[in-house]
């Protein structure tokens, strides 16, 4: 069985689809067969994967809008990626269009759910790029996680919206997903910054046991890598991108405690 983690910020440009496309590289180097969700209308880790969202056949509002009359299947719109373990249920611009449909469904919240569940057989993890809002596609993405992974930039904006999106996944674990978890990644860290490292301070002290070791410091390489879309690791595997992200991984991996790509435990 896969474990399913959202990536999850309502504030954007904190690193939610660099960290999506980064974290299942690693993972995939590690020997984990993993997919990655594309949940944002933007499309923008469907273009990190080298997909063009414009020319695309299906693609994931296709399975959200399904009815039992037009049910594609999920197998036959995930893509492989050009780096090995590593898949993608990719995105269009019509997905802006989804939500707003997928509030009239019932149910809304269990869609993607629905949609992933009978992949988790194949994956040992299953990540979700949420939008950067807190509509109903977050809604659902959350509602299908296990985890929710909430990348957080310390400067005072990221860390308010923070507080926002705690209470949703406490509305989400009493409405809909009981056993949804979360925990915290410091991205894009500057510490230089003396406003960073006091926001840094801020949030140790109130969430230190949801924080994972591991911090993502501000590398142009990420930035670069983005842009050609390629992950870190391929793209420049001696940054400090790389090795940061590679320690998220392993880290997760140790929380988790999953022994190996043919051992899941959860």
């Given amino acids: 069985m896969s474990w399913n983690i959202a990536i999850s910020n309502q504030k954007g440009g904190v690193g939610k689809t660099t960290t999506c496309m980064s974290l299942g590289a690693c993972l995939a ?36 809008e399904s009815d039992e009359e037009n049910n594609p299947d999920p197998s036959s719109i995930i893509q492989p990626t050009p780096f090995e373990n590593l898949y993608i249920l990719p995105s269009d611009l019509r997905l ?3 939500e707003q449909a997928l509030y009239e469904k019932p149910e809304y919240e269990k869609a993607l759910k629905d ?23 977050t809604l659902a993405s959350l509602t299908a996680a296990h985890i929710v992974l909430v990348p957080v930039q310390c400067e005072y904006y990221s860390a308010r919206g923070l507080l926002r999106l705690l209470d949703v996944i406490k509305a989400v674990q009493q409405h809909t997903n009981a056993d949804l978890d979360y925990y915290l990644v410091i991205t894009m860290f500057d510490k230089r910054n003396r406003i960073t490292l006091r926001v840094y301070d801020q949030l140790q002290e109130n969430l230190k046991d949801k924080f994972f ?54």
């Fill in 115 to 137: 949609i992933i569940e009978p992949l988790e057989s194949e994956y040992s993890f299953i990540l979700i790029d949420c939008p950067p809002s807190l509509g109903t596609l």
């Fill in 29 to 64: 180097e590690l020997g984990y067969r993993t997919l990655i969700v594309d949940m944002d209308s933007q499309s923008n880790l469907t273009m990190s994967a080298k997909i063009d969202p414009d020319n695309l056949e299906l693609a994931i509002p296709d399975l959200l």
């Fill in 213 to 266: 070791d591991t911090i993502v410091g501000i590398d142009t390489k990420l930035r670069e890598s983005a842009v050609v879309g390629e992950p870190i690791i391929t793209y420049s595997p001696h940054s400090r991108g790389s090795k940061n992200y590679r320690q998220l991984a392993q880290e997760i991996i140790n929380t988790l405690n999953i022994k190996g790509p043919n051992h899941e435990e959860r």
């Fill in 96 to 98: 802006a269009a989804t």
